[in-house]
């Protein structure tokens, strides 16, 4: 495939996209279930799977989580997708609340193809990033206690449909 047929690429964290935190309310209402992962327990979001099979069709999906290589190690199965899917690595720079320290990586990954990146940390380096890359961006934030949503799903869908503009 030459890089104009190739999918755009669409980074994936996990932590407040798939992996539910922060929310409020007895623990039966939470909307996911929860899971052990590496001895620790995960509220995997009930539709996570779902939009991520749904957006495979339309985008190359890649892990840009501080979980590496080892989100593959359970999410592709509980997710339902076919993987495992590429994972980004990060030399140690992960940092819990902030996204800014995965761009060197997503940079080195993406080269100039279309890029779309959905995650519940962006700061405003973030976005000053998005808007000098040279490839085509779009940056998609969730809230982490909801993770990824039917809206955000069709507004990468319709990025994607559109040639890449916002």
Known sequence: MSGHERKPILAVD???VIS???FEGPLDQVPGR???IDGIAHCISYGAG???VRLSGTYEL???TGWEERANDMLPELLGLAGPLPALTFAGRARFGTAHWKLDALDEHAGDR???WIDDSFDESCFEWARLRHGPTLLVATVSELGIQAEHVETLERWAASGYTS
């Open 14 to 16: 996990v932590d407040g």
């Open 20 to 22: 539910l935190f922060g």
């Open 34 to 36: 929860f899971r052990l």
């Open 50 to 52: 779902e939009h991520l």
């Open 62 to 64: 890649i892990w840009a």
């Open 114 to 116: 279309p890029l779309a």
